[in-house]
Nanobody
């Protein structure tokens, strides 16, 4: 089992940047494919980006391609989401998720694929 703790959220003006971190404990993060999701008020929780166990493969939704970068440092048991050129529509609670998998190259883009979740961190982008 793994415990996930997100950090790095906050209030930023449109066009600004934030870097979210997801620290994993309990088991080595390298055993897990990871994802970042977000949930805005009144909306469902949707994937933003995902990364394979090895870090070699990534997935992004179209609206964040070219602006967000997911990465991982397995030695530090941490996954990151670098968010640049933020827009007001990026405002949401951001969640980190993990799935224990054998494959080192597969990414997962649906919330049902993930077994473990962090508590979330608020990101607010003002216009």
């Amino acid at each position: 089992q793994v415990q996930l703790v997100e950090s790095g959220g906050g209030l930023v003006q449109a066009g600004g940047s934030l870097r979210l971190s997801c620290s994993a404990s309990g088991r080595t993060a390298s055993s897990y494919a990871m994802g970042w999701f977000r949930q805005a008020p009144g909306k469902e929780r949707d994937v933003v980006a995902a990364i394979s166990r090895s870090g070699d493969n990534t997935y992004y939704i179209d609206s964040v391609k070219g602006r967000f970068t997911i990465s991982r440092d397995n030695a530090k048991n941490t996954v990151y989401l670098q968010m640049n050129s933020l827009k007001p529509e990026d405002t949401a609670v951001y969640y980190c998720a993990a799935r224990n998998v054998w494959s080192s190259v597969v990414t997962y883009s649906h919330s049902i694929d993930y077994s473990y979740w962090g508590q979330g961190t608020q990101v607010t982008v003002s216009s």
